[in-house]
């Protein structure tokens, strides 16, 4: 919250939605999550912000001065909502999720430094 969702409701003037955040290992096995998530150590969150579609939240925390929001990863997921993490040292690292032949495919799309 202090480095990352703060900043980007400031920034944004407006409510930031969260789908999930902090995730117990039975329920990110449940839902099919990544085994290593930074949902499990609660560095994750997925968001939405209504009136903005997620393609443009997305390219909005792109395009901020990282040093603003310093993210670990940012993902536009299935133009759904986008995923937002941060660790010690953040690698600015953007992704997009796709399905492709019935499986979760991340594409990158650029490092953000």
């Not at 919250?1 to 329920?27: A, M, T």
């Not at 953007?94 to 799309?109: F, G, H, S, T």
Request: aromatic share 10%; hydrophobic share 35%.
């Amino acid at each position: 919250c202090l480095y990352i969702l703060d900043p980007l409701r400031e920034l944004l003037d407006k409510p930031i939605h969260i789908s999930s955040g902090y995730r117990s290992l039975l329920l990110n096995r449940f839902i099919g999550g990544a085994r290593k998530s930074q949902h499990l150590e609660g560095k994750a969150a997925d968001i939405y912000v209504s009136g903005m579609k997620a393609e443009e939240l997305y390219q909005f925390i792109k395009k901020t001065d990282h040093s603003l929001m310093p993210f670990d990863q940012l993902i536009q997921e299935f133009d759904s909502w986008v995923h937002i993490s941060w660790n010690d040292h953040p690698r600015g690292e953007c992704l997009r999720a796709v399905i492709e032949d019935n499986k979760k495919k991340y594409i990158p799309d650029g490092i953000v430094i």
